[in-house]
């Protein structure tokens, strides 16, 4: 199964950075390629993302926080792509590490590259946005 990993460091406290990393309704503010979401009636670690440019394309995820641990699990119900994202506290709890785990089935191989540049686009506007002054 083709993953990679990335990780980067912020500015910002832990706790900055877990509340845009727990809340979906947050993901369009710094998840490249996320156009909008919409939490789900029936399970609230459920959610359908909906992503950039394709309003009629909805895609179930599925979300998993442990927050004692500092982690974030995603799951794509539509492409069995998954992401796991991780945060340890720095600099005595004032800054951060985001690194983040992806995995991607064997059939969609060929969205690696893709998923690289996305997610590390992703990676570098959490950190900046927790960061910025409208935390």
Known sequence: MPSFDD???SAAPPEDVWKL?????RFPDW???VGTVEPSDVDGDAYT?????YPDFPMPQQLRSDRA???????CLVSDLTFE??????DDGRATEI???VEIPESDR????????LIHRSLLALATLAAGPSR
């Open 85 to 90: 994202w991780r945060l340890h506290s720095l």
């Open 31 to 33: 998840w490249a390629g």
């Open 99 to 101: 690194a983040v785990h």
């Open 110 to 117: 060929h969205r690696l590259a893709g998923q690289q540049d």
């Open 69 to 75: 641990g500092g982690s974030v699990a995603i799951s």
């Open 21 to 25: 990393l727990y809340d979906p309704s």
């Open 49 to 53: 993302m909906f992503p950039t440019g």
């Open 7 to 9: 990780r980067t460091r």
